[in-house]
């Protein structure tokens, strides 16, 4: 069974930093991409950014430049390193994994990912 740990959320001031790290467990297959969603009162979940087993990254353009991807395969766990902050950063942001590898930034669709963990809350605020 796939499952998707996700953890570092928190308060933090405006241009503030945080790191989410989420732990994938229980999968086998060596293709896969996985990614960070965020989804805030009222709105739809969306793409923050997601990278795949090739090492290919995508980013919203809302927060390119501020923030980064990266995996540790090893542990089996994947970042979002998120610096300078802002208000309309905040949300419940969700790691998402899939196996069927269609591409970036198809993958970093809501409907493209499989499996999903429960999100941890990111609140922007002074």
């Known amino acids: 069974e796939v499952q998707l740990q996700a953890s570092g959320g928190g308060l933090v001031q405006p241009g503030g930093s945080l790191r989410l790290s989420c732990a994938a467990s229980?999968?086998?297959?060596?293709?896969?991409?996985i990614g960070w969603f965020r989804q805030a009162p009222g709105k739809e979940r969306e793409g923050v950014a997601c990278?795949?087993?090739?090492?290919?990254?995508f980013y919203a353009d809302s927060v390119k430049g501020r923030f980064t991807i990266s995996s540790d395969n090893a542990k089996n766990t994947v970042y979002l390193q998120m610096n300078s902050l802002k208000p309309e950063d905040s949300a419940v942001y969700y790691c998402a994994l899939t196996e069927q590898v269609l591409g970036l930034p198809i993958n970093c669709l809501r409907y493209a990912m499989h499996y999903w963990g429960k999100g941890t809350l990111v609140t922007v605020s002074s």
């Open positions: 990278i795949t087993s090739g090492g290919h990254k």
């Open positions: 229980g999968f086998t297959f060596d293709d896969y991409a």
